[in-house]
């Protein structure tokens, strides 16, 4: 049937118990090229067919997880990340409600560039953050995706998900050292400004610290890994810091940065902090440098807000640690650094 159909014109031929059948059709067509394609659906789909299978595909593949989970197995689901907010009850309640081991693999997550306000995929770590039980990573480069990949499809306690974007992979970001699950990137010998730089925007968070070295300020800069849930470790390292800056290609509300935050302060820390991430808007077309750039997310950016949080100490008046209520295990902890 589907072969048979040229222009929207056509469907007003149809029976009426025949667009069901249609959407059936549609629904494995989507779902094989997904499959085979992970994630990217054929240049051919259009307006009608998307219209007609949308809510039968992706809600569907979700549910349909759902009960091989359930059998013992570990179904992963591939979708671009902004489609997956179409199937946010099913992901609640069909998957996480039951604790399934379901890994959700979300293809072009953060700005997408000249794809437009549709497909940017700004809103999962903030929509997948309320599920209860939910782990999201967010891989730095190649070598991090398919190490987290393994370690989500390994995880039988709850669903994961595992977020990258629209690009061309770029050149593997090695750590330092791993500390309790979080990579570090750059070590300063002090506890000024620490960098926390989401997936591939650890690259942006990377190349500020450069900058700022040059300007005399130091920086330690790290990658969580897994942004949900936050890592007490990286809560603690936050805890020790003066100046502490994260940059995500996320909305800004409800998103990892803001969860942080919210950690650190719960412990009793005053960091001047800032959240550098996608505001709560519609992002219009364009390039992604241009519009990362346009939000403080590329390493001018990042390397602005750091300057912006530290004002000059007067001389002869060293700068005060941040207070906390965990002074000790603080401590203990932030030594590791020099």
Known sequence: MLDDLRTPADLRTLDIDQPERLAHQIREF????????????GSNLGVVELTLALHRVFEQAVTSAAGPAMGGFHPVVSLYAAFANRAFDQVLLDVGLHGLPVTFVLDRAGITGPDGPSHHGVWDIAMLGIVPGMRVAAPRDPATLLEELDEAVATESGPTALRFPKATAGPELAAVERWQGVDVLRRSRGQEVLLVGAGPLAGAALEAAGLLAAEGTECTVVDPRWLLPANPVLTTLACSHQVVVTVEDGVRDGGFGRRLAAEVAEAGARPRMRTLGVPSSYVVHGACSDLLARFGLDAEGVAAAVRDLRPPVPA???????????????????????
């Open 30 to 41: 989507l779902v094989g090229s997904v499959c085979r394609t992970g994630g990217h659906l």
């Open 316 to 338: 002869g008046e060293p700068e005060a640690p941040p207070a906390t209520r965990a002074d000790s295990s603080v401590r203990a902890f932030a030594g590791t650094l020099r």
